[in-house]
């Protein structure tokens, strides 16, 4: 167990760098302040809310966004439902940055993994769990700082080891 020294260090880093990111992208429109974390609003995802009884209840745009708790502060979770044979399905989760996302995208990771991101609308407050949903192509908004990031990554370069370290909790190893 670390020190509380540690962990309120570790814990104002964190915010500080969140500050920093915002700082960064607010002048290019990247990330807007939703409550207690920021919404990634380059990429957006229709989704329409259907009850049992098969009946719309609403349709909503949503952004991935960044988290608020401690160790995950200003980053996006990525969810990946796991199947082995002989034991029941579940879901694994990490928490990424921004240019870790980008890289993750620009490499084909997501898709070739099946991973969804964890989302919430802009307008508005969602009825349940913030839903999961996949980054396609045609969600991520034109010449958008996200893109740009995307297409700034060097595809041949290794994944960092800290990009590494968060897929194993999804049961994903990046070779190199």
């Not at 969140?18 to 302040?33: D, M, P, V, Y």
């Not at 990490?94 to 964890?118: D, M, N």
Request: charged share 25%; glycine share 6%.
């Amino acid at each position: 167990m670390r020190p509380a020294h540690q962990v309120a260090a570790q814990e104002i880093k964190a915010k500080i760098q969140f500050i920093c990111l915002a700082i960064r992208t607010e002048s290019r429109g990247l990330l807007i302040q939703k409550e207690n974390y920021m919404l990634l609003t380059d990429i957006a995802v229709e989704h329409t809310l259907v009850s049992h009884q098969k009946e719309v209840r609403g349709t909503f745009l949503l952004h991935p966004f960044t988290n608020t708790q401690r160790d995950t502060f200003g980053k996006f979770e990525i969810v990946r439902d796991i199947r082995e044979p002989g034991f029941k399905d579940m879901k694994r989760s990490a928490f990424v940055t921004f240019q870790q996302l980008a890289e993750l995208y620009a490499k084909g990771v997501l898709k070739e993994f099946e991973f969804s991101i964890r989302m919430c609308p802009d307008q508005g407050k969602y009825p349940t769990a913030n839903p999961l949903k996949k980054i396609l192509p045609g969600s991520i908004r034109s010449g958008s700082p996200f893109e740009l990031a995307v297409l700034s990554v060097d595809v041949s370069k290794p994944a960092s080891r800290e990009l590494k370290a968060a897929l194993l909790r999804t049961n994903v190893k990046l070779q190199g």
